[in-house]
């Protein structure tokens, strides 16, 4: 599933395309989906200018003049500027801004579009149920969410109500970097170790930007590229290897159903 980074990815490219293009075209090419979706029509959007693209947490809002769409990519949603004939079948909007083809795809069709109001995008239901983004939450902000807090660290970095856009790879990651064992509690963590998770959290969010992402199984971007980031994982999708750091291996142990590796040496409890 792609996580803040890749979305981030996905936004940039997005926006140096197309913000300020005129939307010309609009083709459904799968209609139960867009139904499922309970949209009956993007009329309101055609002819009207793509004002902004914005990200939350793993959310991407398109900000028309008039209206506002909402798209969270689920598990295997992605965009292209092309139209390759292996993903026909997994086509479900074809987009043209002015002299570019925008198609959006999805393999599982679990990702999700809605209507929205583009004057009030963050009170949309979806969106205001999450929690600070994990890119833009300040050291005070976070200190005082894990001091509020009292569950195992993984669960409350991957929960999007609490801490918006962190996924299985980057909280793998992250506690990694701060030599931190996922099982431990929010309420013991030390002021040190709150501080080195804050930051740890926004050096990792901000490399794999830098690097467009991590592609693990089929995340590509908006030209049909993979990532570079996963080239930089240190533990997730790494049990049983060798620790970069110490040499121990790499374990890999279930936290309320997610799969995590870490190292027992560098993580102790
Ligand atoms: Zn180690």
Known sequence: MPELPEIESIKRD????????KLTFVSIKNPEFIL??????????????LLEIKRYGKYLIFLFEKEGILFHLGMTGFFLFFLPKIYKKYLILSLKFQNINLNYF??????????????????????KRLGKDALEIKEKEFKALIKNNKRCIKSFLLDQKVLAGLGNIYTDELLYRAKINPFKTTDSLSEEEIKKLFYEMKNLLKEAISLKGSSVKNFINVKGNKGKFQEKHMVYGKKGKECLRCGSLLIYKKINQRGTTFCPVCQAF
């Open 36 to 49: 499922k979706n309970k949209i009956d029509s993007l009329k309101s959007i055609l002819e009207t200018k």
């Open 14 to 21: 997005l926006q140096r395309a197309l913000i300020g293009k």
């Open 106 to 127: 999805d393999i599982r069709k679990f990702s999700k579009i809605k209507k929205i109001d583009k004057f009030n995008w963050r009170e949309n239901k979806e969106l």
